[in-house]
T-cell receptor, first 113, second 113 residues
């Protein structure tokens, strides 16, 4: 069964610190992997999208990595800010119709001053 | 910027009422989606549409129907609202192709009493 598992479920860090969020998937075939940021009460916003051949992609202080062999991805946040407090959702596509997106349940990050 | 708007941010309805949730996108996207998001369950796809008057069931279509009469508008209908349909409803749109990022609306938080 296609699944996307994220860890940790929640995380609290101090402002200025780095953190890494994990995403493991069992989706097959694999097309691409996306990370979304969702602020409380808002819709998700895309951070990165990575294909099979990409192993790193950055978007400002956000860096996503992908290991297609082990089916793992991580999202690293550098020098965290209070505005990074949000849920981060990992989404994997199997390349089928647009409906074939498998969503993780998200990691809730809280950045404290 | 892509803009996806939803007709209401908050909605309170009574059991048995017919509920309409409207979504409009302004980027001429072919694909539109309706999700619900519940704590601990992540986003789950209800229906999607890849063209005007076309619709496909997602993972949890029971109790819902949709309408896409115009390309920019995708409506979600709860024929007879029930308390277990209390949730956050998110609309999204994307250009054609599995590669393309989905753009989400701000969400509608529906409470069914």
């Amino acid at each position: 069964k296609n699944q996307v598992e994220q860890s940790p479920q929640s995380l609290i860090i101090l402002e200025g610190k780095n953190c890494t969020l994990q995403c493991n998937y069992t989706v097959s075939p694999f097309s691409n992997l996306r990370w979304y940021k969702q602020d409380t009460g808002r819709g998700p916003v895309s951070l990165t999208i990575m294909t099979f051949s990409e192993n790193t992609k950055s978007n400002g202080r956000y860096t996503a990595t992908l290991d297609a062999d082990t089916k793992q991805s991580s999202l690293h946040i550098t020098a965290s800010q209070l505005s990074d407090s949000a849920s981060y959702i990992c989404v994997v596509s199997d390349g089928g119709s647009q409906g074939n997106l498998i969503f993780g349940k998200g990691t809730k990050l809280s950045v404290k001053p | 910027d892509v803009k996806v708007t939803q007709s209401s941010r908050y909605l309170v309805k009574r059991t048995g009422e017919k509920v309409f949730l409207e979504c409009v996108q302004d980027m001429d996207h072919e694909n539109m989606f309706w999700y619900r998001q519940d704590p601990g369950l992540g986003l789950r796809l209800i229906y999607f549409s890849y063209d005007v008057k076309m619709k496909e069931k997602g993972d949890i279509p029971e109790g819902y129907s949709v309408s896409r009469e115009k390309k920019e508008r995708f409506s979600l209908i709860l024929e007879s609202a029930s308390t277990n349909q209390t949730s956050m409803y998110l609309c999204a749109s994307s250009p054609g192709g599995a590669w393309k990022t989905q753009y989400f609306g701000p969400g509608t938080r529906l409470l069914v009493l």
